[in-house]
């Protein structure tokens, strides 16, 4: 098992699995072999000395194919170290209110399994790749302009931090 980790995400847009990429990439510079891939993918998780799981937030929800990887493999998890982290566009302003709501949204993973650490990013909004209702919603109603927020400096600083916690 050794130095073996596993971030196991859950995206829609890809937003997320990117964020996921640039943190097997900072481990891999810590010197872990890293595995990034989608939960839908992930298979043996007991074959890892620790297992980061990352979801978009959508809805004001994580996406459900993250909360069922946890649950599905809740015995492995629970001896090893695991860390969530969730990327969205509530988190684009940081107010004490979206960090309040989106900490809440983990809950889920959390009554699974207790993290050694947690995140939350801003995510990218890309309007041209959404389905057709929500392509309508942020054209029309939202005041959420199109961008990409996510914090890559963020994202790496966590990643080194979470690297001496695994």
Known sequence: MGKRILVAYASRYGSTAEIARV???????????????????????????????????????????????????????????????????????????????????????????????TALFPGRLQISGLERPWRFYFRRLSPIPEGDYRDWDAVKEWAVELAGKL
Request: hydrophobic share 45%.
């Open 23 to 117: 943190i097997g990439e900072v481990l891999r510079g810590q010197g872990y072999d890293v595995e990034v891939v989608s939960v839908k993918e992930a298979r043996d998780v007991g074959a890892y000395r620790a297992v980061i799981i990352g979801s978009s937030l959508r809805v004001f929800h994580l996406l459900p194919e993250a909360i069922r990887f946890a649950r599905r493999h809740r015995f492995a998890l629970a001896g090893m170290p695991t860390a969530y982290f969730a990327a969205g566009l509530m988190m684009k302003d940081a107010t004490p209110e979206n960090l309040r709501r989106a900490e809440a949204m983990l809950n889920p993973l959390r009554k699974i399994k207790k993290p050694v650490a």
